[in-house]
């Protein structure tokens, strides 16, 4: 390519790079394991733009030019940032799981008053919620589970070209979907515990009609703390087992993820 030919195509070699950093770093940004809050924003976008010069000679050439009004340019960088956006937060929902299970451990067994900072929750979370959440981070980079969004945002553009539009009721009915499996996910993982914590609330409500000079309160805090713990240690290898597979098929069910 001569030096003119270059001049002539920069526009459009831009505006396919502006677009693919559009739709990838939104997707960076959100993606579990590489997109969590504790990694340095300009780092996220560092791998969004590694990204985006690893992928640019495998899909520029299916990318519209450059057009020529404003408004046309801006309904497809918006287009391919929604898109982005979504895939991210449907990969995230798998995570979230997680965060939200380890939320209802604590609830369960009275620890929901023990709180730190979580900066993926934006504020406070139970210290029990910010191990579960981390739990997650280690199993998705370690497994290598979090290369299968990238895998379906690889291939999704064959089912979602650029400039093909973005179907927003499709959408909106795959985010529920996300939305209410990453519900179903966590009570899944906590319904060991809940049981648990149905069957000594019962027990001691019983102990306490028996008996009622024992202080059965002091009895009943450190007793669900005490065998919730050791029943997590006893079940922890079964949810990440769980977890994992979930995640692995909630992330092939991304469009491309197939």
Same mark, same amino acid.
């Given at each position: ?5 270059? %001049?002539?195509? #920069? ?7 502006? $677009?693919? %950093? ?11 394991? #590489? ?8 780092? *996220? ?16 050439? =299916? @990318?519209?030019?450059?057009? /020529? ?8 960088? !918006?287009?391919?940032? +929604?898109?982005?956006?979504?895939? !991210? ?7 979230l799981a997680m965060t939200m299970a380890g939320q %209802?451990?604590?609830l369960l067994l009275g620890l929901s008053q023990m709180?730190?900072? /979580? ?9 029990? !919620? ?8 280690? $199993? ?18 064959? +089912? #979602?070209?650029?400039?093909?539009? @973005? ?11 996300? +939305? ?12 060991? @515990?809940?049981?648990? =914590? +149905?069957?000594?609330? &019962? ?17 009943? &805090? ?18 990440? !087992? ?5 995640? *692995? /098929? ?7 993820? *197939?």
């Open positions: 390519m001569t030096e003119a030919e270059l %001049l002539t195509a #920069l526009p459009d070699m831009v505006f396919r790079a502006v $677009l693919m %950093l559009a739709r990838i770093g939104a997707v960076v940004m959100l993606l579990p394991g #590489l997109g969590e809050q504790e990694i340095p924003a300009n780092i *996220r976008l560092g791998l969004g733009l590694a990204l985006v010069m690893v992928l640019y000679p495998l899909l520029a050439d =299916s @990318f519209p030019s450059a057009p /020529d009004g404003v408004g046309e340019l801006l309904r497809l960088i !918006g287009t391919e940032l +929604v898109i982005g956006i979504w895939y !991210g937060a449907l990969a995230r929902l798998v995570s %209802l451990f604590a709180l730190v900072p /979580d900066p993926a929750m934006g504020g406070q979370n139970a210290v029990t !919620g910010r191990f579960f959440t981390l739990m997650a981070v280690v $199993l998705l980079l370690g497994s290598g589970l979090y290369a299968l969004p990238l895998r379906a945002l690889l291939e999704g553009y064959a +089912v #979602l070209p650029v400039g093909g539009g @973005f179907l927003a009721g499709p959408g909106a009915e795959a985010m529920a979907a996300a +939305v209410g499996q990453s519900f179903l996910l966590a009570l899944q993982l906590m319904a060991p @515990f809940l049981l648990l =914590s +149905v069957v000594l609330n &019962v027990a001691f409500g019983l102990l306490a009609r028996i008996a009622p000079q024992v202080q059965v309160y002091f009895l009943v &805090v450190p007793g669900q703390i005490l065998l919730g713990i050791l029943l997590l240690g006893i079940l922890l290898p079964a949810m990440l !087992g769980l977890y994992a597979s979930i995640a *692995r /098929d909630s992330f092939l069910a991304l469009p491309g993820g *197939r």
